[in-house]
């Protein structure tokens, strides 16, 4: 995460699980751009895991790498990769009563231009998508830009509200997601909501036990994330999981959304590559260095799913290399111990060990036996010719 107050400066936080029935003792690096930048010993106990931290300058882009010198049965999560990105300016229309905790929190950063202006006056920059945040009220259209919507209900592609939900208790955050990541939402105690349907290529951000409450949707060129209550109606203000809401829900809509994958995705995830106005291919390099040529189609979008493998890949664009991280970093994958317990909706499936039936090769037995019939029959005719 970036510093607040020096946005050229950061921390990668690194956590580490051990799922062996013994305590591992290891070295945890740190490599930017493959030459070792620090280093740190960590112990975890059985089971347990430790959090490591490691100060980063984010001035330049540059590809940071986290390794474990340790050899286990699972090779492929114990490295994790990051793309170092410099701070970006994005340019944010405050549309809308505008509580001074989301106004604060936009500026905090200090890389958001904020102005409280009619959206037509914005001229993107090169690379970047105006932003538009929308507090109380709902934009008019959707055209190619982000939208962040608070307590209001977009327009047209599938939304609409249905009803009011009163104390919605928050069940699940898709921490996974960079828009959400690392959001602890569990005492913010929201009085009231809207319920909401969104449009079929929606994902939900957070879900509470009759509906969604913060959601991302795609509608055409739009990409629209939106809260379905008035964070003044909760205590989410005074919690810091705020402005880190906003700064990431900001950064991902300036990012372009669906149409260029966040820097850093999981491995065997679609890597979504957006080309330029007149680009007709796109070179994705893996990280085993194998090469693919990629065709884009009218719109310049391109999909690529060949990543199941760990590491960086490089997408040439037009020119420009513009690296992306995959990542081994579910902890259900990296626990390979054997299952002692499976549960099926409401059952509960104890393992037993139970003798199985196989064929055996005894090839090798009958050689042996071959070898030692000849050599008894060898014995044999040499003693009888000396006598």
Known sequence: R??????????IFVRINNFAPEAVKTTTSLYIDDKLADAGEVQIEPGASEAYVFKIALDAQRVARVSLDINDSLLSDNSAWAILEPPPHVQVTVVGSANPFLLKALNASGRFQVQRASAEVITP??????????????????????????????????????????????????????????????????????????????????SADEAPLVALSYVGDARIITVAFDPMDSRWPIRISYPMFVTNAVNFLASGGPEQTARRFPAGDVLVLNGRAGVSEILVTSPDGSTSALQCDGDSTV????????????????????PYAANLTDIRESDITPVTRFEAGSASILATDAPTRKNREIWRELILFAFVVLMVEWYIYNRRTYV
């Open 2 to 11: 970036r510093s607040i107050e020096n946005p050229a400066a950061g921390e």
């Open 303 to 322: 999909a690529f799913g060949r990543t199941g493998r760990a590491g960086v890949y490089t997408a040439i664009i037009d020119g420009r290399e513009i």
């Open 125 to 206: 920059s090169e690379g970047t998508l105006p932003v538009f945040v929308y507090d109380g009220e709902a934009p008019e259209s959707l055209g190619r830009a982000g939208y962040l919507v608070f307590n209001a209900v977009p327009p047209g592609g599938g939304f609409r509200e249905e009803g009011a939900l009163v104390n919605p208790v928050i069940l699940d955050v898709d921490t996974s997601s960079p828009i959400a990541a690392f959001l602890d939402l569990g005492d913010i105690f929201i009085e009231k909501a809207r319920k909401m349907t969104f449009p079929p290529e929606t994902r939900v951000l957070v």
